[in-house]
């Protein structure tokens, strides 16, 4: 997963507490019951703000799209000066990064932030020492942003959606939708394996997850329904990353998995190589567990939102992902 290509990529622009502390000894595992509400939906008045954790991005970037669409749901949605920040290729330092994100997160006006840009920085964030307040709280953000994602459900927190905030207006709502806890259409994709299944999801991109493994942000994936994308990795590197998670056991009692958009450069293919459908199918068929390819998200479009951590269903038989209310 190139840094910037993924920056380029990546779609943007149309309460204080007790600490969930995301080091050793503050740290839990997926929870197994939800002991914190979900986070409140959003209504009018409700206040957002942007965050910039990764690269930066040029500073003439015009959000107003994005204000636009907050506006026209009667949300606030706030753009601080250090999202067009720059240092070195960071929107800011690691520990300016990580203060803006404590204290979006510990600002009780707010319900949510909103991750833009992308490229390489979030993990860093963390291990700078990100601290989230025990609070449920919307954040919406891929790419790099998963690590954040990761993290906040691996902290028992809820609210975290794995979706961009551009794209078009269809998309735009089924986001919209999941912020308002209003139902949502299930994903379509390939059936490849076949079965049902229920469990929590975890939906990330499979490079910044990878380099989660042995990390202490990466969350339980015992029982999950597990939904991975990517973009500018060969089939041969995610070959390697699917074989490390098999070789370290992440995959053993996964419930499910789904795929998303996996895009390529053409000449990362040689002749005789696995395309990238046939890697995935070799790397993830054989787990015994339903499998669906072709799912509408990732990058590029669509990008359709996901929440981290909510129950869902897939259908291996009819290639569908569902969210169970």
Not at 23 to 30: S, T
Not at 134 to 163: K, N
Not at 239 to 263: E, H, I, N, P
Not at 295 to 302: C, E, R, T
Request: hydrophobic share 40%; charged share 20%.
């Amino acid at each position: 997963m190139r840094r910037r290509s993924l920056l380029e990529l990546a779609s943007f622009a149309a309460g204080s507490g007790a600490m969930a502390s995301l080091w050793p000894g503050g740290v839990r595992a997926r929870p197994t019951s939800r002991s914190l509400p979900p986070a409140r939906p959003l209504a009018r008045g409700s206040r957002l703000r942007a965050l910039n954790p990764g690269t930066w991005i040029e500073p003439e970037t015009d959000f107003n799209p994005l204000v636009q669409r907050c506006e026209a749901e009667g949300w606030i949605l706030e753009i601080p000066e250090h999202v067009r920040g720059q240092w070195q290729w960071f929107s800011g330092t690691d520990a300016q990064r990580c203060q803006a994100l404590e204290e979006a997160w510990n600002d009780p006006t707010l319900d949510g932030v909103l991750y833009v840009g992308g490229g390489w920085g979030a993990a860093r964030i963390l291990e700078a020492g990100a601290r989230f307040p025990s609070r449920s709280f919307w954040s919406l953000g891929f790419s790099d942003s998963s690590a954040l994602l990761l993290a906040q459900w691996r902290a028992g927190l809820l609210g975290a959606i794995h979706g961009s905030t551009g794209g078009p207006d269809e998309q735009w709502q089924r986001t919209v939708s999941l912020f308002k806890h209003e139902p949502t259409a299930p994903l379509q994709g390939r059936p490849l394996r076949s079965g049902s299944v229920q469990g929590p999801l975890v939906v990330t991109n499979l490079t910044v997850a990878t380099h989660l493994i042995g990390t202490r942000w990466l969350p339980s994936l015992k029982g999950v329904i597990l939904i991975l994308e990517d973009v500018g990795e060969a089939p041969y590197r995610v070959d390697r990353m699917l074989t490390q998670w098999r070789s370290a056991g992440l995959l053993k009692d996964v419930a499910g998995v789904g795929c998303g958009r996996f895009s390529w450069q053409e000449d990362d293919i040689l002749p005789g190589d696995f395309s990238m459908a046939e890697i995935l199918e070799e790397r993830l068929g054989d787990l015994g567990i339903p499998l669906v390819l072709d799912l509408p998200l990732g990058h590029g479009l669509p990008n359709q939102s996901l929440p981290v951590g909510a129950t869902a269903m897939l259908n291996g038989d009819e290639g569908t992902l569902g969210l169970i209310r």
